[in-house]
C-alpha cells in the first residue's frame, strides 16, 4: 500500500488496465488449467503396482553374482533393475519369469545396456554361484544370479517383505520352496519403484523401463 | 488425479501391508534357523536332489466319458522322475505340492495343466530342453491306460496355443495344447563334492 501513495491520482482513476491485465492472466490461468487437467497428453501409467519413489529399494548383504563378484544394487545407480527372488529347482515360474526378462530385454531394443536383470536366489543351501552361472547362461549370460549366506538372504528378503518357506512335501526332487513369484524394478535413483506379477504384458514392462531410464 | 492417486496410495499400503503379513508369517514359517549347518533346510535325503535340473511339460486333458479317470503316473526319458503337481497362488506366493494319488480327470469335464497351474514336473532333467525340440512323455491313466504324447519344447507360453501338440485321444480322454517350457540341465554345482562331508553351502559359510 504504502508504495501506492506515490502514484500521480491521474493514474489512479484509470485502474481499468491493471484490471485487464488481471483478468488475462486468470483466463491463461483457467485456460492452462483446463488443458493441463483435461488436454494434456497423457503420462505414462504404470498399469501394474508402483511404490512411492521415497521407497527406497533395500541393499543386498555380501551378495555375490554367479561369477563370485560382490554385488550390490547401489552399483547400479543410473540405471534400472529388475529384480527376481526366485531358485534354480523351480520348474515353473522362475523359467516363466526369465523367459519374460529375456522378452523384455528384446524389446528394450539399445536401452537394455542400461537395464540389469538380477535374479536371487531364495535357496542358497543349493544354488552355487557355479549352479547359477550354468541356469542363467541358458537364458542369457548378462543377467545377474545373485547369491547370500543363508542368514543373509532372510535378512533381505524380510526388508523385501519376500515371503518364502521350505517345504518337504515328500517330492523326489527334493524339498520345494514356496516363494513370492513378483518381480520388482528399482530407478536410476535406487528406488523401490514397480512390482509385476508373474504374466505380466513384457512390451508394458519394457516401457516402463524407458519411461523409467528417461526420467 | 488426486482421487486415483489417493486410490493409488491405498493400493500400495494395502499391498505393503500385506505382503509385511507374508514377511512375518516368512520369519514363523522357516523350519530353519540361520547359517548354521545343522539348521539349514538341507535334510539328508534332499542331498540327492542337489544336482537336479527341472523342467515342466502343460497340456489339457478333456474326459468325454461317462466316468472319472485318474492321471496316475507319468514316465519320460528325458527325466530321472516324473510328478504331477499342484500349485496354488496366494497373494503373489506361490506353492507347489506334489499329488501323490494323481489327478482326477471328472466325466465330462477339462483338467488344464498350465503355467501357474497343475503341472508335470520333470524331475532331473537328463538332457536342457531346447526350445524347437521335443521328447516323449508317456501318460498312465487309471482306465484310459497308457498313451505316448510327443511334447515340443516351446520356450514360452503362447496365447493361441500356437506351437503346440495334440489332440491326441486315449479312450474317451482327449489331450491337446501340448508342450513344455525350455529349461537348461546344469551340470556343475555340488556335484563335485564329497558328499560324506558336510554340506558347504553359503548357508554353512562363517557369518560375520
Known amino acids: 500500500m504504502s508504495t501506492e501513495s506515490p502514484v500521480p491520482p491521474a493514474k489512479r482513476s484509470s485502474p481499468a488496465p491493471w484490471i485487464i491485465g488481471v483478468s488475462v492472466l486468470a483466463v491463461i490461468a483457467i485456460a492452462a488449467s483446463a488443458w493441463w487437467f483435461l488436454l494434456r497428453p497423457e503420462p505414462h501409467e504404470f498399469q501394474y503396482g508402483s511404490y512411492d519413489p521415497s521407497d527406497v529399494a533395500p541393499e543386498l548383504q555380501g551378495a555375490v553374482d554367479q561369477h563370485g563378484e560382490p554385488f550390490s544394487f547401489s552399483d547400479y545407480r543410473g540405471k534400472v533393475v529388475f529384480v527376481y527372488f526366485g531358485y534354480t529347482h523351480c520348474p515353473d515360474a522362475c523359467p516363466a519369469t526369465l523367459d519374460e526378462f529375456m522378452e523384455v530385454k528384446e524389446n528394450l531394443g539399445d536401452d537394455a545396456k542400461d537395464v540389469a536383470f538380477v535374479m536371487i536366489t531364495v535357496d542358497p543351501s543349493r544354488d552355487s554361484p557355479e549352479r547359477m552361472t550354468e541356469y542363467l547362461d541358458f537364458w542369457d549370460p548378462e543377467f545377474y544370479g545373485v547369491s547370500m549366506s543363508q542368514e543373509d538372504t532372510e535378512s533381505v528378503t524380510r526388508a523385501w517383505n519376500i515371503y518364502f518357506a521350505y517345504q518337504d512335501k515328500n517330492s523326489q526332487g527334493g524339498y520345494l520352496v514356496d516363494h513370492e513369484v513378483s518381480s520388482f524394478v528399482i530407478d536410476k535413483d535406487g528406488s523401490k519403484r514397480l512390482t509385476y506379477p508373474l504374466g505380466a504384458d513384457t512390451k508394458t514392462m519394457a516401457s516402463d523401463a524407458e519411461f523409467l531410464l528417461n526420467e | ?208
Open chain 2, 1 to 208: 488425479m488426486k482421487r486415483s492417486r489417493t486410490l493409488l496410495t491405498g493400493i500400495i499400503t494395502l499391498a505393503i501391508a500385506s505382503s509385511a503379513i507374508g514377511g512375518v508369517a516368512a520369519q514363523h514359517d522357516h523350519n530353519h534357523g540361520h547359517g548354521t549347518p545343522e539348521a539349514s533346510p538341507m535334510a539328508e535325503h534332499d542331498m540327492a536332489s542337489m544336482d537336479l535340473s527341472m523342467g515342466a511339460a502343460y497340456f489339457t486333458i478333456t474326459n468325454n466319458g461317462d466316468e472319472a479317470d485318474r492321471l496316475v503316473s507319468v514316465t519320460t526319458d528325458m527325466a530321472e522322475a516324473v510328478e504331477i503337481h499342484e500349485v496354488t497362488m496366494d497373494n503373489n506366493v506361490m506353492e507347489m505340492s506334489p499329488l501323490h494319488d494323481g489327478l482326477e480327470i471328472p466325466a465330462g469335464e477339462e483338467v488344464s495343466l498350465e503355467p501357474s497351474g497343475y503341472h508335470i514336473m520333470l524331475i532331473g532333467i537328463t538332457e536342457s530342453l531346447i526350445a524347437g525340440e521335443e521328447y516323449d512323455l508317456t501318460l498312465t491313466f487309471e482306465h484310459a491306460g497308457d498313451v505316448t504324447l510327443t511334447v515340443p519344447i516351446l520356450r514360452t507360453e503362447s496365447d493361441d496355443n500356437e506351437g503346440t501338440a495334440g489332440p491326441v485321444e486315449a479312450g474317451d480322454l482327449v489331450i491337446d495344447g501340448i508342450w513344455s517350457r525350455q529349461a537348461p540341465k546344469i551340470d556343475s554345482g555340488m556335484g563335485d563334492m564329497d558328499m560324506g562331508t558336510p554340506v558347504a553351502s553359503p548357508a554353512s559359510t562363517p557369518q560375520s
